[in-house]
């Protein structure tokens, strides 16, 4: 049957997917507003808001949430991203109406006790400290922090310990209030799923909340690059060599995304065998490509000993090179394989289809079939992805690197490698 897709009388959008045999559902409600929908003094808020509603209601306490769903075997949890924020559950079919009822308490009527948001205050600067202490996940938040300096999009998730704490149930609601509308949320329910029994049900949850967005749309992002380098007496170092990436509704978005997967998304990938298995300078290493709404990123990750560090950036540039050159049809069509294999198994998975499916229609308006994707990954050839290579990475570059990084290239060797010229006035590159 596929996606099915109605409104309610408000203009929320449900959607549902019916998985044959399986006898369970994920069901969840997606947010088009996240971390880059804050204001200066509102930096993680939307993490904050995220974790708080799980608190307590009018109705239920924390535990009655957490007891309620973990008593008919289900689950519910939350997740807050740059652009969207979800909250969702996972139940036997029977329990759609107990899920249903429980995700519209906590968006409808969340009290943000000033007690319990003192105690979730605490937890998220542990999390804070925590991921400061693992440069293999820091590194990744001051990379994007440089390639968007000054920027919500690069800004952390999670906050500064000195906003997080400054934070007061008042300005949870306000903020929440500002940004959770009809017009900006999706309901949907991927598995053993009726869809006229869920729209219904939705309506009678969902059907009173309120239908416009008084937020303004969030400021288009400018990628900058540059450089960031923080040494670390570690065993290894974490390196970010990075690009301004694609859009997900521009032309080469799909392209960025093969050409991710050729460069570095598997043992076969080149920079695999030629960094890796072939000279023996990393443990790991891979590419990466990330699309938001307006602008993207494309990098490559990398891990390795302080030893290997003067010889692995001149290798990881001369890949990049090389595939301005050439790209084998071969590599082109495992890659398409590999899409077509994730997207295959993305399907049978309902948390990851329902999840795909909000993302869809928060992006294009609409689900899009793996038919579409796949005849849109067809249309890519190897001189487009030769092309493309040739343009991305003689771009200004953005390097992130932590830990023993003392002979690391600096910066401008680095990006005169790349064959980088400055232009007289600032060039977009994505079309």
Request: net charge negative.
């Amino acid at each position: 049957m596929g996606v099915l897709v109605s409104r309610l009388s408000n203009g929320m959008t449900v959607a549902t997917e019916r998985l044959p045999g399986i006898e369970t559902v994920a069901l969840g409600v997606w947010i088009k507003s996240g971390s880059r929908n804050e204001t200066d003094d509102e930096h993680g808020i939307a993490h904050l808001l995220e974790h708080m509603a799980f608190k307590g209601t009018g109705t239920r306490s924390a535990y009655d949430i957490a007891s309620q769903i973990e008593d008919v075997g289900g689950e519910i949890n939350a997740a807050t991203s740059v652009e969207t924020t979800a909250f969702y559950a996972r139940v036997l079919k029977d329990d759609i109406p107990l899920a249903m009822d429980l995700l519209s308490d906590i968006l409808t009527d969340s009290i943000f006790d000033p007690e319990e948001l003192r105690r979730e205050q605490h937890v998220i600067l542990q999390e804070i400290g925590a991921a400061h202490d693992t440069p293999d996940d820091i590194v990744f938040d001051k990379f994007t922090e440089t390639a968007f300096r000054h920027q919500t999009l690069g800004r952390s998730i999670l906050g500064t310990p000195d906003t997080v704490e400054s934070f007061t149930s008042d300005q949870l609601r306000a903020f929440m209030d500002r940004q959770y509308a009809a017009e900006r949320m999706v309901i949907v329910a991927a598995g053993s799923v009726d869809h006229d029994s869920f729209v219904k049900l939705a309506e009678r949850h969902f059907g009173g909340f309120r239908a416009r967005s008084e937020s303004p749309i969030p400021r288009y992002a400018s990628y900058v690059g540059g450089d960031y380098r923080e040494f670390r007496e570690l065993m290894d170092a974490q390196v970010i060599l990075g690009f301004e990436g694609r859009a997900y509704h521009v032309r080469d978005f799909y392209a960025s995304q093969l050409l991710s997967m050729i460069l570095g998304g598997g043992m076969s990938s080149r920079l695999f065998q030629e960094v890796r298995e072939r000279r023996g300078l990393c443990y790991s290493v891979y590419a990466f490509h990330w699309g938001f709404s307006d602008t993207g990123v494309f990098g490559i990750h990398a891990a390795t000993g302080k030893e290997d560090m003067p010889q692995l950036i001149p290798v990881i540039i001369e890949e990049l090179r090389k595939a301005g050159q050439r790209i084998d049809r071969a590599e082109v069509d495992r890659a398409r394989a590999q899409y077509r294999a994730a997207l295959a198994m993305s399907a049978e998975s309902a948390g990851s289809r329902a999840s795909q499916i909000a993302r869809q229609i928060m992006l294009y308006g609409a689900p899009v079939t793996r038919e579409e994707l796949m005849d849109r990954l067809s249309n890519i050839t190897v001189e487009r992805l030769t092309d493309l290579s040739a343009r991305l990475f003689a771009t200004q570059p953005t390097v992130a690197a932590i830990g023993p990084i003392g002979t690391l290239s600096p910066f401008e060797t680095i990006r005169d490698s790349l064959g980088y010229v400055e232009a007289a006035s600032p060039r977009r590159i994505a079309v």
